[in-house]
């Protein structure tokens, strides 16, 4: 499908500046532009890239001034970035396949329903007492365990494994391989250093628009339930112990963990390979760093922690600097010992 | 099933303060009690949980004194913790569902043989020569390679793979999308800067009673096993690397990394990611705390090690406390570099 | 099939010291030697083996002078570790079983093909207009998206998900669960708070003679491509975000993970664990320690980063040494406050 310039400028809200009957169909990064793309910039880091674009347009800020004479057309907008991302919603709706129907052989245990709409991949699998929504898309190789349910609209990608009793909201989407609702990992020692599995008897809730990315585990409640709140984004790789609780909107990045029984508040953010250690309570709107690990409790809403046993950042990052001078600071010290 | 709470404090070995005609019916966690639940209380973080709990019954060690008037009735015993695992046991074997026959479609290749009251579920697929114990359980969309050995009353769960020639023993369990006995990562250097496949020619074995979570990975030996002993306990998302060596009853965190040739002992604790490199002996009764680095071998037992680049706990304490003092440290310097 | 350790030597271009008619047929590790069995020492640490190992052969370095007596025969090469692997590589082509055909059930979409000699295992999974090369092998439980092309001789193994547009090269090897292409992590915030997906209409380019572990995760791009060049070897659990790019013959150690748009050269080594913010770019040749973090550009080829957020290795290892004696650094300073 073909636009001009000035058609994508009015669906974005914004102006044009230089020729807006140029054409477009496609979608580029700015480092890679082509003849006939729309690409954005809003990362300053790729600013050289726009004097040497071959992008026939670039989405940009309302009150950005080039340095120098462009050869692409700008469209300027208040938010480059969310402006690109209504335009790449936009192509995605137009390209958007609808699927539906049964593929077989697939499996679907007694006693459980599936709501209109929806789609089995071939080898998907629905164990008993199942309910699921209306418009449910199950990818091919997906496996759904005994007594789950799953809500409207929900997407759950090959490989995902929603094991027994799992309850799965509204508009959720798991990515492929990720493991919800298998057992916690709790082993009571025994007198002969031996450990015996301590049953894991409770379930995962996932309320609605919940996204959970691939190879990722949530484990089962030992009682009750793991609950992933409301709107929550999970990443990748990321582990999620049985009892956990994770507030609405928070947002986990790869490879991190939560450890049992930690209950994380609304609106924050958990950067890549960041690590909580057990009951734990962290407040809302705390933004904790890449690899930080955190070993108690955060009272107060808004911090942001970082650094090996994290602690506020701006007094990791000044230690940390002066741990990258420590050797003069040694060697100062034994200047002063010499002069005594 | 409804009991009384003297029925359950009987069956702990316990006794009871408050009305032991209260019926029950249920497991709750403390924070969550409900009328008709029991609950337990060990770690005293929960302490106040015991004043305003719906639980009708709380379990509670024998010599814990409330310091105010309870509506609950208590079952005090020697170790809450154990004897609420009693009752969970008790309760998951009253609920236990027993799976056997044969769904259909699944496969299973020449000269493989499978024993007694087992289950295979669907699209559960086993190579060729290989022979399964009784009482297997191989839940729908696992996978097990040519001339594979699985022991009696293993559970095998959803999307697990068990690659040739790996021997698992006798009660382990297997998580799902778990990877047991894929290649070792071995590529060596060629001229050219590119790297060439080692092949990686031996397997894992698992001895008995051994569990490992969701989404881990045990990779196969180069040449000989990676060999997990008796009674080890793994997490989700754990990394062994080839020709690992775990010893017998040591317990692995979710997101641990094990590498190559690397032997740890018996009875140790490895805790959230912690990472260790290669061919190194790790004595026993070790414990390696989170998000630790382990880069030489450890020979005296029963040390407890943490930090990037794992040192003495005590020690690794004291010199984290005084990092983040550094940046009063170098002030001091300076005002004593001033005063000369 | 029996071998004498003349002809072993012969192979491997070396010598022999000691009875060069002593028959081998087996591959040992040396400190698990057995009669008839072959083993190699590359590794020092392993030296004491060779005076007790029961190994009828041992390769080692031609340079290596024995201090006392030995029970084995040597073969004396160049490099005991490139010979040992190629030992490994004969030994391994021997023993390889040829795999083709279709079993059923598998499933193969509309307008898809695939080329001859391949192998489709049961429940494997074929979507829409796929091409597929020739010799390709995909093991059973295996999942392939619409779209995707696969070159020749590529090895997709149980469970790995292909997720759909992307392209897989010649050569390559897919370990047990991972996941390619599926979407990246990328979610606009929105002023109540929630976050809206960004759609991800990219895909995922694997070059030639790419090998990624099990259970790791490669995001498909938001728009153009994530790409992994020829001859990148990848472990198990790694992840890799959506718009990065690895060079060629770079090699990615087990749970390291790198985020959205970051650029990592050629022939560069990232160790197990390690971490990189985005948007970075990583010269050659660069090598990156076990579990450092990553969150600067490295613009000189060649360098050895390591520590959280990573500074160079030599740097990195004097601070940290100092930082083991922080408590008597303190002290100094005290008592040089006390003498003022």
Redesign the interface.
């Known amino acids: 499908m073909e636009f001009t310039v000035s058609q994508i400028a009015e669906l974005l809200n914004g102006t044009v500046e230089g020729d807006g009957t140029t054409k477009v169909s496609r979608?580029?990064?700015i480092q890679?532009g082509t003849t006939g793309g729309v690409s954005f910039l809003s990362?300053m880091?790729y600013e050289p890239h726009l004097y040497t674009t071959n992008s026939s347009a670039v989405i940009i800020a309302e009150d950005y001034v080039p340095d120098k004479a462009l050869s692409t057309t700008l469209i300027k907008v208040r938010n480059p970035?969310?402006a690109f991302?209504q335009l790449?919603?936009a192509?995605?709706q137009l390209?958007k396949?609808h699927l539906s129907g049964v593929?077989e052989?697939s499996?679907i245990g007694e006693n459980s329903s599936m709501g209109e709409n929806g789609y089995r991949?071939?080898?998907s699998?629905i164990g008993k007492n199942c309910k699921i929504g209306q418009e449910v898309i199950l990818?091919?190789?997906s496996?759904i365990?005994?007594n789950v349910q799953v809500g409207d609209r929900t997407i759950i990608?090959?490989?995902a494994?929603i094991?027994k009793d799992s309850v799965i909201g509204n508009d959720c989407?798991i990515?492929?391989?990720t493991?919800i609702g298998?057992?916690g990992?709790g082993?009571?020692p025994q007198d002969d250093?031996?450990?015996?599995?301590?049953?894991q008897?409770g379930n995962v809730i996932l309320e609605d628009?919940v996204?959970v990315?691939?190879?990722?585990?949530i484990?089962c409640a030992?009682?009750?339930s793991t609950i992933i709140r409301r709107?929550v984004?999970i990443?990748?790789?990321v582990?999620i112990?049985h009892?956990v609780i994770i507030g609405e909107?928070t947002?986990i990045?790869?490879?991190a963990?939560i450890?049992g029984s930690t209950e994380i508040g609304?609106?924050c953010i958990i950067a890549?390979?960041a690590?909580l250690?057990g009951?734990l309570k962290i407040a809302d709107n705390t933004i904790i760093g890449?690899?930080t690990?955190i070993?108690k409790s955060i009272t107060k809403p808004g911090r942001t922690i970082l650094?090996?046993?994290g602690?506020e950042m701006k007094?990791f990052l000044?230690?940390?600097s002066?741990?990258?001078?420590?050797?003069s600071?040694?060697e100062?010290?034994k200047e002063?010992?010499k002069?005594?």
Chains 1, 2, 3 share one sequence.
Do not use: W
Not at 193 to 199: E, H, I, L, N
């Open positions: 979608l580029d990064k890679e990362n880091k970035y969310t991302t790449l919603e192509y995605s390209n396949q593929e052989p499996f991949g071939a080898f699998y990818h091919p190789n496996y365990g005994d990608h090959s490989g494994r094991c989407e990515h492929p391989n493991v298998a057992d990992f082993f009571a250093k031996t450990y015996k599995g301590v049953p008897l628009h996204s990315g691939s190879n990722t585990t484990d030992t009682i009750g709107g984004k990443d990748n790789l582990q112990a009892n909107n947002v990045a790869a490879q963990g450890s609304k609106n890549g390979q690590g250690v009951h890449a690899n690990g070993s650094g090996y046993m602690f007094d000044k230690s940390y002066i741990f990258k001078n420590l050797p600071l040694q100062k010290i002063l010992e002069k005594q």
